[in-house]
Structures are given as C-alpha cells and as structure tokens.
C-alpha cells in the first residue's frame, strides 16, 4: 500500500509538471504566441508588436490608396497580439497575411483611367469665322487622314497639336486599299490615340462587297472607334456615277448592316452638304452622322440633322504633321466623350 500511494504521487507530479510546460488556455488568454508553425506562415525571433487588429487594417488601406497618408510604418510580424476579457469568448484569430495584399504597395484592383484631352492648338491655311458657334468651343478636337499626309509624327500630332482621336482612310470600292492605312493603324494605336478606319463608297459597286473588302482590311480590335462610311459625290474618282436615292439607301444599308454584325459597332455616316441634301434628308435616323461644314455651323447646313462629328476644316495646319488635313470636333464635352467611347 505504501509504495503504492508513492507512486500515484510521483505519477500525480509527472502530469502537473506536462501541464506547465504545454500551451492551454490561460496561454490563449495571456495573448501568447503559439509555438507552432504552418506551411504559409515563418515564425520571426523578433518581438511581436503591440499594434491593435483595427490600425494593421487601416495601415493596410492606406497602402491600398484609400486614404492619403505619408509612407507606410513598417510591416507587422506574423501574428497579432489581441487584448482579450476573462469570460468574453475568444474571436478567430487571422494571420496578418489575410489583412494585407500581397503586395502593400499596389492595389490588388488596377484604377480605372481616363487618356487625358489635350487642348486644341491647330491651325487653319483658310480660316473661317463661325462666330458663337466657333468649333473652338467644343472640348475634342481630331483628324482624319490618308496616304496624302504622308508620314506622321503620331505623337506630335496629339501632344502639341491637339488631335485626341483620327479617323483613317482604309479602303475604296471592292479592291483598293490605302497604301499607308496599315502603318497608320499601328503606329495611331502605339502613339496611344483613339482611332478608326472609314471606307470610301463607290456606287459602281454592290454594298456587300465593298463591306466585305473593309472587312477583309480593317481588324477587329477592342477599344477601337466605331467604322466610318464616307459617301459623297466625287467626280474626281474612277466610279462617277450617281445612282437614285434609293439605289443609294438600299447600297448603303447594305454595307452598314455587314459591318455592324462583324464589328458589333453601328456605323458613323460622313457626308458632304450636296450629296445630304439629294439622299439623306430624313434617312437613317438611328445611325450616328459626321457632318462636314467648312463654312457655316452644321445646324445651318443640316438643319434638323442630329450629328456626332463636325469636319469644320479640311485646310488645317498642325505640328507632326506636312501640309494639310482635315480637322473635327466631337459633339459634346470631355464627360460625354468618355462616355461614349467607353460604349462603343
């Protein structure tokens, strides 16, 4: 009995002696770290800072860019010591790593930017006093070009000329292309300008080839501006025929319904005031239009005519750029100019 009872003392010392030395409960409520481990988390050998949960989360959104502060205090170590209440039931505790992005100093959501607008700073070889309807007063300003520019400074053109978009000469009829439209295109996109391709109509050709020929030239891209049919009467092209208003609307629609089902963009009408006033007047209400009027306020020359893009010079002068070219507005203010790219 004796040697018995010593050694249910000695076996009653052993485990008192493994309680001391293990991690319980009182440990948790001490706000000790725990000794162990796990594959995402490296225990440090230095102190654990005391820094409450609510300012690590806020120095994590002041990194994040949420709300301005100086630079950011260093980082904290693997676990956060909590102050806790007797009784109060312990919260889940989460590694630092979860409060913090993987990296604190970019934001795990790119921002969402706008190109800036650069200000007008163009020219004119033949100016025109349009009075208070001055196309100075609207907010973007762009060009149209073709092979007849030559080679262009793209960004000169926008920097210190002023051209926040270009609209591109790509193709003609069934069978020719802009010589200089693929490099146009290319170095438009790297010079960072918003650009699109127009199609000069021919009337000696069906609707569907010509769109199939656009097609075939112009790339599908994202981020690119709606395509542009130019219709007009030129005599000074190898197709001079005019055909009958409705010969012209059927022609057209044609082309414009191909290019909208590839694109998935409705097409930009441009047009000039004689060939509007035989065939246009009243036709393709749902289609935006691009007006030239080189002398009078397209509400003067298009009267009733909603439009898009004002071509208000075809004798503009600008840096980046040998001789002429065509000079537009965008029909409304920088906001709605974002806007409308952002949807089309």
């Known amino acids: 009995m004796r040697l018995t009872a010593i050694s249910a003392i000695l076996l009653a010392s052993l485990v008192l002696s493994g309680c001391s030395t293990s991690s319980g409960a009182g440990d948790l409520a001490a706000g000790l770290p725990s000794p162990e481990t796990t594959n995402s988390i490296t225990q440090t050998s230095g102190p654990v800072p005391s820094v409450s949960v609510g300012e690590v989360i806020a120095q994590s959104e002041r990194q994040q860019g949420l709300y301005a502060s100086p630079a950011p205090g260093p980082r904290p170590q693997a676990f956060l010591s909590v102050t806790k209440t007797e009784g109060t039931p312990l ?3 989460r590694p630092v790593a979860m409060l913090m992005p993987a990296n604190p100093r970019i934001s795990s959501i790119a921002p969402q930017s ?13 100016p025109i006093n349009f009075g ?12 149209d070009v073709s ?14 000329g002023g051209a926040n978009f270009v609209y591109i000469k790509a193709t003609d009829g069934g069978d ?3 010589p200089m439209f693929k490099q146009n295109w290319r170095k438009a996109k790297e010079a960072g300008l918003k650009r699109g391709a127009y199609h000069f109509f021919y009337w000696c050709r069906t609707g569907a080839e010509q ?5 075939r030239n112009v790339p599908k891209e994202a981020g690119a501006l709606p395509p542009v049919i130019d219709v007009e009467w030129n005599g000074e092209s190898s197709c001079k025929q005019r055909v009958s208003r409705e010969r012209v609307l059927e022609k057209m629609q044609t082309f414009m319904d191909k290019l909208e089902r590839y ?52 004798s503009g002068l600008s840096h980046g750029v040998e001789g002429r070219i065509d000079l537009n507005a965008f029909h409304g203010s920088e906001d709605e100019w974002h806007k409308w790219v952002a949807t089309n």
């Open 114 to 126: 706008r190109s800036p607008i650069y200000a007008r700073r163009f020219r004119d070889a033949k």
């Open 176 to 178: 020719h292309l802009d």
């Open 147 to 160: 092979r007849w520019q030559g080679d262009i400074d793209w960004q000169t053109l926008q920097t210190q």
């Open 211 to 215: 769109a199939d020929w656009f097609i």
């Open 263 to 314: 694109y998935g963009q409705r097409p930009i009408i441009y047009t000039a005031p004689d060939f509007y006033r035989d065939n246009l007047r009243g036709a393709f209400l749902e289609h935006p239009f691009w007006l030239r009027a080189v002398a009078e306020h397209p509400s003067k020359v298009y009267p009733g005519r909603k439009w898009l893009f004002w071509q208000y010079s075809g």
């Open 132 to 143: 208070l309807s001055s196309p100075r007063k609207l907010a973007v300003h762009g060009v």
């Open 91 to 93: 919260p889940s505790e």
